[in-house]
C-alpha cells in the first residue's frame, strides 16, 4: 500500500520562501506519479505541479510557475516541493498525492487527482 507523509508546511512572509517534503513509501521506483496539489478556505482544490517518472514530465500550474520546482530522490523516498517567492495567495493545505503505474499524462492527473493521498500540511503566507 502506498503511503504519503507531508511535512514542511509553517507560517513564511510574503517573498520568503519554504520546501515541502513528502515521505513516501509503496512506490515503484520506475513507474509512478506524484503530486503537490492544494486547497484553500471556501476554493476548490488545485493541482500546483506533478511529476512522472517515465520521460520525468512535469507540470505546473501557471499560478506557480517560476516560483516552485518539484524534484525527486528515489534514494530517500521523497519528493519535494521548493516554493519561492511565495506570496499570501498561496496560503492553502498541501497535499501530496500518488499513482502507481500511471498510464495517463502528467497534466491528466494533475487536473483529475491521483490515486493516494497524504494527509496535508497547512502553508500561511502573511503580508
Known amino acids: 500500500e502506498v503511503q504519503l507523509v507531508e511535512s514542511g508546511g509553517g507560517l513564511v512572509q510574503a517573498g520568503g520562501s519554504l520546501r515541502l517534503s513528502c515521505a513516501a513509501s509503496?512506490?515503484?521506483?520506475?513507474?509512478?506519479?506524484v503530486g503537490w496539489f492544494r486547497q484553500a478556505p471556501g476554493k476548490e482544490r488545485e493541482g500546483v505541479s506533478c511529476?512522472?517518472?517515465?520521460?520525468?514530465?512535469?507540470y505546473y500550474a501557471d499560478s506557480v510557475k517560476g516560483r516552485f520546482t518539484i524534484s525527486t530522490d528515489n534514494a530517500k523516498n521523497t519528493v519535494y516541493l521548493q516554493m519561492d517567492s511565495l506570496k499570501p495567495e498561496d496560503t492553502a493545505v498541501y497535499y501530496c498525492?500518488?499513482?502507481?503505474?500511471?498510464?495517463?499524462?502528467?497534466?491528466?492527473?494533475?487536473?483529475?487527482?491521483?490515486?493516494?493521498w497524504g494527509k496535508g500540511t497547512l502553508v500561511t503566507v502573511s503580508s
Open positions: 498525492a500518488a499513482v502507481r503505474f500511471p498510464i495517463r499524462t502528467i497534466n491528466y492527473y494533475c487536473s483529475n487527482g491521483m490515486d493516494f
Open positions: 509503496g512506490l515503484d521506483s520506475d513507474s509512478y506519479a
Open positions: 511529476f512522472k517518472s517515465r520521460f520525468r514530465t512535469t
